[in-house]
């Protein structure tokens, strides 16, 4: 059976299948806001498990308060389950360093949890701006293995890094493992497709030129 594509609920995007593997940059909390509260919207109300995995950047509060002025009822989908909004260094440093299979592994396992109580699959998003760079290349193996998982599962994820704690070579390699790339662009989110991914490779050496003049 052909499964229906998933609302994104984004005006960039509107549809996509299960199994797509985002990024997005950003520069400010209101970036976050811009694409995560619509995403996290859809997902809420076409019966998906939720999981916002917060940063120092935007706490788990501010990142509720911000989600409940667009969603209403949403105290009623947090007491039945259906969203967790929490601090996310915490749940990639449990063992105070970054563990990348345990990490997928957990998501996997959060995924099958949220099938078997009812619901359609698992959205996620969590932000990076905890990562120290002594994790960075442990992390960008994560991002590859994702990119390489994710495609078997119902689940989709959007990976958010802050512009403050990318380099350029930074950019291009986070863009090269995500499926698109979310940026603005003279005051408008634009996608970077990378799926094919020499000519995304080429928009994205580009993107980086005009970030560092």
């Keep these: 059976m052909v499964e229906q594509p998933r609302k994104l609920g984004l005006d960039i995007i509107s549809e996509v299948p299960w199994g797509k593997h985002f990024c997005q940059f950003y520069s400010s909390r209101d ?41 209403t009822g949403l105290e009623d989908y947090i007491k039945r389950g259906q969203i967790e909004i929490l601090d996310g260094g915490q749940r990639y440093t449990k063992s105070g360093t970054f563990d990348a299979p345990n990490v997928l592994q957990g998501w996997v396992e959060r995924e099958e949890q949220a099938i078997r109580n009812g619901f359609d699959g698992l959205r996620l998003t969590g932000d990076t701006f905890w990562l120290e760079k002594q994790d960075w290349s442990a992390f960008s193996d994560y ?71």
């Excluded at 493992?177 to 970077?192: C, M, P, Y």
């Design 31 to 71: 970036d976050l806001a811009d694409i995560l509260v619509p995403y996290f919207k859809a997902g809420l109300e076409n019966n998906e498990y939720c999981i916002w995995a917060t940063s120092d950047f935007l706490p788990a509060d501010h990142a509720k308060a911000l989600l409940a002025k667009a969603v």
């Design 143 to 213: 991002e590859k293995e994702i990119d390489r998982v994710i495609g078997r599962h119902r689940m989709l994820a959007i990976c958010t890094y802050s512009l403050e704690r990318c380099s350029g070579t930074d950019i291009v390699d986070v863009a090269h493992n995500h499926q698109s790339a979310f940026i603005k662009r003279d005051g408008e989110w634009t996608v970077l497709e990378s799926a094919g991914r020499r000519r995304a490779e080429e928009e994205q050496e580009s993107l980086v030129h005009e970030l560092e003049l």
